[in-house]
């Protein structure tokens, strides 16, 4: 991406990759599949962010956020991951595998 720099958030994040979701600006930046990318990541509960390189697998320009503001998605394929990186994401992964979150107006209503 010739040094820009693009914020988003994983939205789902995996071993292999991740999908990001960023402003749509961001497409500005002629992103297009098999583009080779760095990736610095911050996991929650590590000091530091981790890095890696990677390619863009799919752009999903069409997608929406939480709130139902557009936004560009990008699948990114890590590669060249180094030892520490897998294991920090592996970590991730497995502490926040069965996390739930259950959002309601109403005590009742979260309940089974």
């Not at 497409?27 to 890095?51: C, D, M, R, W």
């Not at 394929?77 to 180094?82: D, I, P, T, V």
């Amino acid at each position: 991406m010739g040094g820009n720099k693009i914020d988003a958030h994983a939205t789902n994040i995996g071993a292999g990759g991740a999908y990001l979701r960023c402003l749509k600006q961001s497409l500005k930046f002629n992103l297009n599949p098999g583009t080779k990318i760095h990736l610095s990541l911050q996991l929650p509960l590590e000091p530091e962010a981790v890095t890696c390189d990677g390619k863009i697998a799919w752009i999903e320009s069409d997608d929406h956020d939480v709130t139902g503001q557009p936004v560009c998605g990008i699948g990114i394929e890590f590669e060249n991951l180094s030892e520490d990186f897998s294991e920090k994401v592996k970590s991730f992964v497995d502490l926040f595998r069965y996390t739930l979150l259950v959002v309601g107006n109403d005590r009742d209503e979260c309940k089974e």
